[in-house]
């Protein structure tokens, strides 16, 4: 199900110090907490799906997994850094084809986007898999998202060139969560913590919407204009929220002994 990027477009250009900075350094310690808390909550699909992130100081690299690794293997030293043009800059291994033309483009064409999460978790994309809007402003946690949604309607196969990763990203446009219909969702974030926050927030929604929706009864519609203020009563403090979400993921990581720094 996975394709990774052809050798003879994979090179190593020369590495530069600054790519062991204090805040490259952290960057990595935050990525590869969120691949293993991400695997906790059984977000991950096999070896398949991909997080990225932008390096601190070097807009043109970004942070990607290798293919072949489980989401519970991802440690900070397993992490590549890529450049937008394919090249391996550090770390061994290469990127899952898909992973490089999704997000690769992504981040250059989206400079806003500092962390790209992609995912099949199941119940965001059980959403995207019915016909009409996939997320229903139901309840609390779905409000969180309220007017940050797109919607890919037109699936198109894997992302094998660049033209699948503009696309999607055009299908993005200004919005932080984009539901692929018949294949999975995209959480775009402006920090680690932030992309972090919503992909949990998206998969609680998502679990919650389903299991009233199985209940065959009529949905409750949360009204817009109490939707709206909750929005933004919610936004005011999500940026801190976020931040205090995953140092506290961290913290757990830490007390459990798993290196996820080594």
């Not at 996975?2 to 020369?14: D, E, I, M």
């Not at 293919?67 to 990127?95: M, N, Q, W």
């Not at 959403?127 to 139901?138: F, N, Q, S, V």
């Not at 005011?236 to 961290?250: P, Q, V």
Request: negative net charge; aromatic residues 8%.
């Amino acid at each position: 199900m996975a394709h990774t990027l052809s050798t003879t477009t994979v090179t190593r250009p020369s590495r530069s110090a600054t790519l062991d900075s204090d805040a490259v350094m952290e960057a990595r310690r935050e990525l590869a907490a969120c691949f293993q808390l991400a695997a906790r909550h059984g977000f991950e699909e096999g070896v398949c799906n991909h997080f990225s992130a932008v390096v601190p100081g070097h807009d043109d690299l970004f942070f990607v997994n290798p293919y072949g690794y489980a989401f519970s293997e991802i440690t900070a030293s397993r992490l590549l850094i890529c450049d937008f043009d394919g090249h391996v800059i550090d770390g061994e291994g290469k990127p899952e084809a898909t992973a490089f033309y999704i997000h690769a483009r992504l981040h250059r064409l989206m400079p806003r986007v500092k962390a790209a999460f992609h995912t099949h978790m199941p119940n965001a994309t059980a959403l995207c898999l019915l016909e009409g809007p996939p997320l229903l402003w139901l309840g609390q946690t779905a409000l969180k998202f309220y007017g940050r949604t797109a919607v890919d309607e037109d699936y198109n196969g894997l992302a094998l060139d660049e033209s699948e990763g503009d696309r999607i990203a055009g299908a993005m446009g200004d919005a932080d969560i984009l539901f692929l219909k018949n294949h999975g969702v995209m959480v775009a974030g402006a920090s680690i913590a932030e992309a972090w926050d919503d992909l949990y927030y998206l998969e609680r929604a998502a679990e919650v919407q389903l299991r009233a929706m199985s209940a065959n009864r009529p949905l409750k519609q949360v009204p817009h204009d109490v939707a709206q203020r909750a929005y933004e009563q919610m936004r005011l403090g999500d940026k801190e929220s976020a931040r205090a979400h995953l140092d506290s993921g961290m913290r757990e990581l830490c007390r459990e002994g798993n290196l996820f720094d080594r």
